[in-house]
């Protein structure tokens, strides 16, 4: 009886394992960037496609990261934990890409394991919708042949820094370990329509303002964003893109634009700083020190990003400005980041590469700067297995971290990441 039980739960697993792999056979979906290294440098979702839709498919991935950390930190008062050269903990995407139809396809994506949450949640997911065969054949064809309409509770398209950005386990299109100082992103449920042509492409998005969500009567306001760009191909060596993206906020008690990450930094327990260790938060958001009462906690950003690459050499650079209300504060502030990376790709695929990142933050009005710098490199072992390993340092410096754990900060050291992405 064992062995007849046993025997039909092996048969009944093979015929799931095939069925399986059978769904997993086309893994090719339209409009659809690839979470390898096949998807380097894509941006937004490709605006053309040549892939035919020829029913539902079903795509399941996901991405794993492990780093090895051996950095010290210290500051003028000298009361910061010690740190050890050791492993963090590993963490984990699962991603559902799903055609649904022909120019209808859903994303979801669910974080196993994160330095903030060691047990799985879902991040969030949209649709996007290129086409409208579901309503009827070709329906609004030419029109939709430059429009594209994308809602759900995701990650808002502003400034192209997050396509290059480590989102938990999914690492493989950050050249380097660590995100920007100034960390723009956050989820929140949203909608954004795009306008494209040969090179030139814009969006409008609207979303409303929350990180979590919830119908309870709270004061949070529509956020209001948007994004020009140029991309173009001129020939096989030359590419150059250049986006401006704007953001506002009204009256809300928080902004979640560069507080929105509850995963985790790359850099852990650095600065004594929990799962945010290594970045910077304005902290815009209502004051309630005001002796009228509290302050609008308004908030506007600005990002513009110029990419250029000719061969194997590369340029990504970033400005922005923001403003808004702080948390201690009765005025305005206002904030500058400055990053610039330059990489060399070469191998006969561009399976390795070198390069270097300079980021900056300074709050004039605050008198405090932080800076960063990373020299490192990373190789590719297959399309969907990095390897990188960096030197990076950063400092704090200005009267405004007077008094702070941050006087005399600094932390550098030796980063080495292992990135799987399927």
Do not use: C
């Not at 302050?295 to 990419?307: D, H, K, R, S, Y």
């Amino acid at each position: 009886m064992k062995t007849t039980i046993m025997t039909m739960a092996v048969l009944i697993a093979s015929l799931l394992v095939a069925d399986f792999a059978n769904a997993q056979s086309n893994r090719d979906l339209q409009y659809f960037t690839n979470p390898d290294k096949t998807g380097l440098n894509q941006f937004e979702s490709p605006f053309t496609t040549d892939i035919e839709f020829d029913g539902l498919n079903v795509r399941i991935g996901g991405a794993n990261t492990l780093q090895f950390q051996g950095i010290t930190h210290d500051n003028d008062a000298g009361d910061l934990p010690e740190l050890e050269n050791n492993f963090n903990l590993a963490t984990s995407n699962l991603d559902f890409d799903v055609q649904l139809d022909r120019g209808l396809r859903m994303h979801l994506r669910t974080y196993l394991s994160s330095q903030h949450h060691p047990e799985a949640w879902v991040k969030g997911g949209y649709i996007q919708v290129d086409r409208l065969d579901f309503i009827a054949e070709d329906f609004m064809g030419e029109l939709m042949d430059n429009l594209r309409f994308k809602v759900g509770h995701m990650q808002l398209n502003y400034g192209d820094a997050h396509f290059r950005r480590t989102d938990n386990g999914a690492a493989i299109h950050n050249p380097f370990v660590g995100n920007y100082i100034m960390d723009s992103f956050t989820t929140e449920v949203a909608g954004e329509v795009y306008i494209y042509g040969d090179a030139f492409f814009g969006m409008l998005g609207l979303s409303n303002g929350k990180l979590n969500q919830s119908t309870m009567e709270s004061n949070s306001s529509v956020t209001f964003y948007t994004k020009l760009g140029y991309d173009k191909q001129f020939d096989n060596d030359l590419r150059f893109r250049l986006t401006g993206s704007f953001l506002a906020s009204g009256e809300s008690m928080s902004q979640y634009l560069y507080s929105g990450d509850r995963a985790g930094s790359r850099y852990y327990n650095v600065m004594d700083d929990g799962f945010t260790s290594g970045r910077f938060d304005p902290g815009y958001t209502i004051s309630s020190f005001s002796p009228v009462g509290p302050v609008a906690g308004e908030m506007t950003a600005i990002m513009i990003n110029p990419f250029v690459k000719f061969g194997g050499l590369e340029f990504f650079g970033l400005f922005e400005t923001t403003s808004g209300q702080l948390t201690s504060e009765n005025e305005d502030r206002s904030y500058n980041q400055y990053g610039a990376e330059v990489l060399y790709r070469f191998g006969a695929d561009e399976d390795i590469y070198l390069g270097t990142r300079y980021n900056l933050v300074d709050g004039s009005d605050t008198d405090q700067e932080i800076s960063r710098f990373n020299i490192g490199g990373g190789w590719f072992l297959t399309d969907n297995v990095l390897t990188k390993v960096e030197y990076v340092t950063q400092s704090f410096s200005g009267d405004g971290f007077t008094g702070t754990k941050y006087a005399g900060g600094e932390f550098n050291g030796l980063m080495i990441e292992a990135v799987i992405s399927f």
